[in-house]
């Protein structure tokens, strides 16, 4: 075997012990738990209260639309922080303009993403 095979050795150790602990957890809990179901056990709990009415209430799709967006620009953004951060060590380098080309090739997608929300009123509220 190689030397490149002798180094993933503890990740599939990790792994393998991962997928174990989880699936003896599963099995026992199945093999040990209770199997009876009446009526009263499958009733849901809402803090002692009795249930009213259906519990899936529909949400308009704007809510889940921005949350969305929100969650795709918050990790484009945080993307620039490691940029900043080391933006004289960029400076520094021997091709300088290669880091700064790159970046902003990065955020001129990032604003053609944002300047399309904006023309097609994602985030305008009805």
């Keep these: 075997m190689s030397d490149t095979f002798y180094e993933y ?21 199945w093999i040990l738990g209770p199997k009876v179901k009446t009526k009263h056990k499958l009733d849901p709990f809402e803090s002692g209260l009795t249930p009213v009415g259906n519990a899936r209430v529909q949400f308009s799709i704007k809510y889940f639309l921005v949350a969305t967006l929100f969650v795709l620009f918050d990790v484009e953004v945080i993307f620039f922080y490691p ?44």
Excluded: C, R
Aim: charged share 15%; aromatic share 16%.
């Design 83 to 126: 940029w900043a951060v080391n933006f004289n060590h960029f400076a520094e380098a021997a091709n300088k303009w290669d880091g700064f080309m790159k970046m902003l090739l990065f955020m001129t997608s990032f604003l053609i993403g944002f300047i399309y929300i904006i023309k097609k009123k994602a985030l305008d509220w009805e």
């Design 9 to 29: 050795i503890p990740i599939i150790l990790q792994l393998l012990v991962a997928l174990g602990f989880v699936t003896i957890t599963i099995l026992s809990s």
